[in-house]
């Protein structure tokens, strides 16, 4: 993870990146990947963490985040809270000598009275503390300035998004890069990208074969929708942050723009504490579209694996063939995977025949 200062480290994009660019640093989302992770392995129960934050542990522990300005943890789901409790006590214990400051992002998503409140304290905390670390306080127009440039960024990424459903133009294994790079570019470079490439695909005769939801836990690489689309199906919509679930509503623009962010951070961000009848209602309103579903739950999920027999079921009575695949996310599926995927791509197939002809 090799960025140029000044920036700062996320776990999971749900950290406002309005709040980031606004102090004046750039935001960097940690990402999961094939490599090994030898020092964090030597810390880290199997089993428990996900890839993405083997890998930042592995970064904090070799010394490739000491120049980040602060490492930022979200309160996004029991694993991301446990990152942080780990860092902070390796470097008590002298076992991380050239690591960031790390913070906790407290953002809860839940429906209780006093939740929004303490969300806007929190967000109103953060970028305390970013002002701190960068020695900038952003005024109320500068985060609005902020939310106008993401906000246009949203906007172009849901034209991408448009193009895959009902009559898809483009691949899950092509789109994926160009929907994750929302949380990467600068506002206006990706506004410029997302929307030529846009154009460009509107221009495109539809793709043939299955059309496929990928759901369980949030993906945030492309290694399954390449083994699903290896099959002939077309991936069209993923659940998550990183795909179809980039961009989400826009922020509103008002007299308190923390405000108006820790409402939309709160209401959209997508991961293992998102209230489970908003992943349902969301994934309901998908299944319509779709001739197949592709499940993942890995071996670290403890949150995604609970509502799975209420979607088999569901799936089942609306006669959608699918798949739970149980392997790491960023590893090549098994021969067993891929014959579980090229039946399920047949038995889809048929059912694209007696829906669309």
Same mark, same amino acid.
């Given at each position: 993870?090799? #960025?140029?200062?000044? &920036?700062?480290?996320?776990?999971?994009?749900?950290?406002? @990146?309005?709040?980031?660019?606004?102090?004046?640093?750039?935001?960097?989302?940690?990402?999961?990947?094939?490599?090994?992770?030898?020092?964090?392995?030597?810390?880290?129960?199997?089993?428990?963490?996900?890839?993405?934050?083997?890998?930042?542990?592995?970064?904090?522990? /070799?010394?490739?985040?000491?120049?980040?300005?602060?490492?930022?943890?979200?309160?996004?789901?029991?694993?991301? &809270?446990?990152?942080?409790?780990?860092?902070?006590?390796?470097?008590?214990?002298?076992?991380?000598? !050239?690591? !960031?400051?790390?913070?906790?992002?407290?953002?809860?998503?839940?429906?209780?009275?006093?939740?929004?409140?303490?969300?806007?304290?929190?967000?109103?905390?953060? %970028?305390?503390?970013?002002?701190?670390? =960068?020695?900038?306080?952003?005024?109320?127009?500068?985060?609005?300035?902020?939310?106008?440039?993401?906000? !246009?960024?949203?906007?172009?990424?849901?034209?991408?998004?448009?193009?895959?459903?009902?009559?898809?133009?483009?691949?899950?294994?092509? @789109?994926?890069?160009? %929907?994750?790079?929302?949380?990467?570019?600068?506002?206006?470079? &990706?506004?410029?990208?997302?929307?030529?490439?846009?154009?460009?695909?509107?221009?495109?005769?539809?793709?043939?074969?299955?059309?496929?939801?990928?759901?369980?836990?949030?993906?945030?690489?492309?290694?399954?929708?390449?083994?699903?689309? =290896?099959?002939?199906?077309?991936?069209?919509a993923e659940v998550g942050p990183w795909g179809s679930g980039a961009a989400g509503d826009d922020v509103r623009l008002d007299d308190d723009p923390v405000a108006a962010l820790a409402d939309k951070y709160r209401a959209d961000s997508i991961g293992a504490r998102t209230p489970v009848d908003v992943l349902r209602?969301?994934?309901?309103?998908?299944?319509?579209? #779709?001739?197949?579903?592709?499940?993942?739950?890995?071996?670290?999920?403890?949150?995604?694996?609970?509502? &799975?027999?209420? %979607?088999?079921?569901?799936?089942?009575?609306?006669?959608?063939?699918?798949?739970?695949?149980?392997?790491?996310?960023?590893?090549?599926? /098994?021969?067993?995977?891929?014959?579980?995927?090229g039946a399920m791509v047949s038995a889809a197939s048929l059912l694209q025949e007696a829906r669309h002809g």
């Amino acid at each position: 993870m090799r #960025v140029q200062e000044p &920036y700062v480290v996320a776990s999971w994009p749900s950290v406002p @990146v309005e709040i980031v660019r606004a102090a004046g640093f750039r935001a960097v989302m940690a990402r999961g990947a094939s490599d090994p992770t030898p020092a964090a392995d030597a810390h880290l129960e199997p089993g428990i963490f996900p890839n993405r934050l083997r890998h930042l542990v592995e970064d904090a522990l /070799t010394g490739r985040l000491s120049h980040a300005a602060r490492i930022i943890i979200p309160r996004t789901s029991d694993a991301d &809270y446990k990152c942080f409790l780990y860092l902070r006590e390796f470097v008590r214990k002298g076992v991380a000598t !050239a690591l !960031a400051p790390v913070v906790l992002f407290d953002m809860l998503q839940s429906r209780g009275v006093d939740v929004p409140a303490y969300d806007v304290a929190r967000t109103r905390a953060m %970028l305390d503390e970013l002002s701190s670390a =960068s020695g900038r306080m952003p005024s109320a127009d500068d985060l609005r300035s902020e939310i106008t440039r993401a906000n !246009a960024a949203r906007a172009a990424a849901r034209r991408l998004v448009a193009l895959r459903r009902a009559v898809p133009r483009l691949s899950g294994t092509e @789109v994926f890069p160009l %929907l994750e790079a929302f949380w990467k570019m600068e506002p206006d470079r &990706y506004v410029e990208m997302a929307s030529d490439a846009a154009s460009r695909i509107a221009a495109r005769p539809p793709l043939a074969g299955p059309r496929v939801l990928l759901t369980g836990a949030p993906v945030d690489g492309r290694t399954l929708h390449e083994a699903i689309e =290896s099959h002939g199906a077309v991936v069209v919509a993923e659940v998550g942050p990183w795909g179809s679930g980039a961009a989400g509503d826009d922020v509103r623009l008002d007299d308190d723009p923390v405000a108006a962010l820790a409402d939309k951070y709160r209401a959209d961000s997508i991961g293992a504490r998102t209230p489970v009848d908003v992943l349902r209602r969301w994934t309901e309103s998908v299944l319509d579209e #779709v001739d197949a579903v592709v499940v993942s739950l890995p071996p670290d999920d403890a949150v995604f694996g609970w509502d &799975y027999p209420a %979607l088999r079921d569901l799936l089942k009575a609306r006669r959608i063939p699918h798949v739970c695949l149980r392997g790491d996310q960023h590893q090549t599926p /098994t021969p067993g995977d891929h014959a579980q995927l090229g039946a399920m791509v047949s038995a889809a197939s048929l059912l694209q025949e007696a829906r669309h002809g």
